[in-house]
C-alpha cells in the first residue's frame, strides 16, 4: 500500500512538473479551446529572532486550471510543498465541477466554501476547516480547507439560497506535538495524549448547511445554519492516578469529535465612507475545558454566543479596518478554565506607495482578556510584471493567551513570488 501511495505522489509530481513550463508560457501559446492556466511559483525562508533559528523554509508550486464547456466548469487546484528541503505529500486544494443554469448553481468536488464577513475569524465560516500546523503563519487561502461536498445555490431576484452537504468529515489539521506551535494543554500536569478517532464514513455523520442571502445596493444579510461536527478535537479523559497526599501524578486524555449546531448571520452595509459590518452566530454545544475535581471527564458542554462587529474606511490612500469579536459563554460555570467573556480586537492598515508598486500592511491580532497580541507587518514590492518581493515578521505579545503562548516565536521573513 505505501509502494502504491509513493507512487501516485510520483506520478502527480511528474504530472504537475510536466505542465508547469506550458502553463507559464501559456499567455503566448495557444491553449486548448476553454481551458485556462494560472498560478504562481513563490518561495519563503524565515528565522526567529530569538535564536536565529528557521522556522519557515518553503517553495510552493501552486497551479489553478479551469476548463469551460457550455454551462459547466471544471476546476483543479493542485499544490505542490517543499519545506525544508523535503518534498510534502502532494495536495489537492480543489477538484470539482460546476453547473451553471438561469435559476442555480450546482457545484460538486472538493472546495472551499467562505461564508462570513469577518478578516481573519471564522465566527459563521462554518462549512470549511483550517490548516493551523503553523499557526496564523501562512496567508488564510492556505489556512482554510476545502471539503468535499455538493453545494447548490437558488436565485430568485435579490435573493438566494445556499444548501451544502457535506458526506464525510474532514478536520482541522493541528500542529504536531513537537512544532513550536503546538499550543499549550491546559491539565494540572503533562498528560499523555491519545489521538482523536475521525467519525466514520457513513451517512448518518454528514454534515448538512443553509444560508439565506438578501444583496441589495447598499445592504446585504445573510441567515445560516448547520448540523456539524467540531473541527478541533475536544480532551476528554481516559484514565488519571495519584492520592489525597501527593496529588494527581499521571493523566491520560483523548481528543474527541463531537456533533452540534450552529445558528448564526452575518451582514453588511454602507453608510457614508464606512463600511460596516456584523455576523454572529449560536452554538449549540460547546465543550470547555474544566477543574478536574468538579467535572471528572474534564470538560463540560456550554452553549456560547460569538459576535463581531466592524468597520472599514479609507482616507488619503489609507485603508483601515477594525474589528471587535466577543465570545460569550451561557450557563456558565466558575471550574471552567475559560473566562465566560472573551475579547479580541483586529486591526488591519494598508496603504501603497510609488504607483501601487509597493504595498504597506500592517495585520493585528489583540486579546484584551490576557492580555496579549499577533502583530503582522509586511511591506510587498511588484518588481516586475507578476513578480512580487517580500518581506514581513510575526510579532507575539504577552505572556500567555491564544498569541501570547507563542511570545518565544518572535520571526522574520522573505520571499519571492511569481504568478503567471
Known sequence: MKTKATLRYWLLGLGLLAITPWAIFAQTVDAPKGLTVNGYGRTKVGTLLNNGAYFLSENTLNLRMNYTAGPTDFYANP???????????????????????????????????????????????LISTKDLSQFLVPDFEEIRRAVTATKIDLYQGYHSLELVWVPWFTPTISPDSASIWAPSIPFPIKPTVKPAETPAFT???????????YLGESFDVSLMGGWLWNDTPAFTVV???????????????????????????AASATAGPLILRSEGAYYGVKRY??????????????????????????????????????????????????????????LVVSRTFFQDTVKTEVFSYMGLNAPDALIKPKITWTAADGLELFTGAYIFLGDSGDFGQYHDNNGLYVGAKLSF
Open 79 to 125: 499544490v505542490l510543498y517543499e519545506r525544508s528541503g523535503v518534498l510534502q505529500n502532494p495536495d489537492l486544494r480543489e477538484l470539482y465541477l460546476d453547473l451553471h443554469q438561469d435559476l442555480f448553481d450546482l457545484r460538486i468536488g472538493k472546495q472551499q466554501i467562505i461564508w462570513g464577513k469577518g478578516d481573519g475569524v471564522f465566527i459563521t465560516d
Open 203 to 213: 451517512l448518518e455523520n454528514s454534515e448538512y448547511f443553509a444560508k439565506y442571502s
Open 239 to 265: 484514565s488519571k492516578t495519584g492520592t489525597q497526599s501527593t496529588g494527581l501524578t499521571a493523566l491520560t486524555v483523548q481528543g474527541q469529535y463531537y456533533q452540534t449546531y450552529v445558528a448564526g448571520y
Open 289 to 346: 475545558q474544566a477543574d478536574l475535581m468538579t467535572f471528572s471527564s474534564g470538560y463540560a458542554e456550554k452553549p456560547e454566543i460569538q459576535y463581531l462587529v466592524g468597520a472599514d474606511y479609507s482616507i488619503a490612500g489609507i485603508t483601515m479596518g477594525l474589528q471587535f469579536i466577543q465570545s460569550i459563554i451561557l450557563d456558565y460555570d466558575s471550574a471552567l478554565l475559560d473566562d465566560q467573556f472573551k475579547n479580541t480586537v483586529t
